[in-house]
């Protein structure tokens, strides 16, 4: 079973500081690394997503780091907002070989930012 | 655009009834996915249909059925609930491989079901 393993499973920030989560996975066929966010009562939704071919992606105050060789990929938030306070969940998404994309998500890490 | 609805919001079921979960996508999209959430388990793929007219199972099909109506429709049926089934159920959809935004291909989610089963 192909696993995606995210932590912490939970985060509290103060206001303006770095909020750092992390995945690893363990399949090297994946193709497509993406960040969802999710506040209570909605549906997750895309934040910043990365290519293996690339180590950085830098979106205002939302950066994904990956480390190919370590098989892991972090989501930094800079300058956290309490706005910035919902559900992350990392995905990976292997190369596709018929039909369509599946994805494989992380536990998700809930992410509290003090005001 | 409405985007992926979703209906019910919340449902209450007894053990043993049964239900279909409802999904439709206004964007035009080949893909429709359904996803259970659970705490601490993330999102798990169900069942899932890369076009009209397909379906395959995803990591946990056990005890659902799906139908895709047509390119728009994507309906989960639980034939005979149990409390294991109680979840948030969230659909998706995407564009197929080789649309105009190959790199960037974005699922978009419903705002879910809440069911819980007694």
Known sequence: QQQVKQSPQSLIVQKGGISIINCAYENTAFDYFPWYQQFPGKGPALLIAIRPDVSEKKEGRFTISFNKSAKQFSLHIMDSQPGDSATYFCAARPRLTSGTYKYIFGTGTRLKVLA | ?118
């Open chain 2, 1 to 118: 655009n409405a985007g992926v609805t979703q209906t019910p919001k919340f449902q209450v079921l007894k053990t043993g009834q049964s239900m279909t979960l409802q999904c439709a996508q206004d964007m035009n999209h080949n893909s429709m996915y359904w996803y259970r959430q659970d705490p601490g388990m993330g999102l798990r793929l169900i069942y899932y249909s890369a076009s009209e007219g397909t379906t395959d199972k995803g990591e946990v099909p056990n005890g659902y059925n799906v139908s895709r109506l047509n390119k728009r429709e994507f309906s989960l049926r639980l034939e005979s609930a149990a409390p294991s089934q109680t979840s948030v159920y969230f659909c998706a959809s995407r564009e197929l491989a080789g649309g105009r935004n190959i790199f960037y291909n974005e699922q978009f989610f419903g705002p879910g079901t809440r069911l819980t089963v007694l």
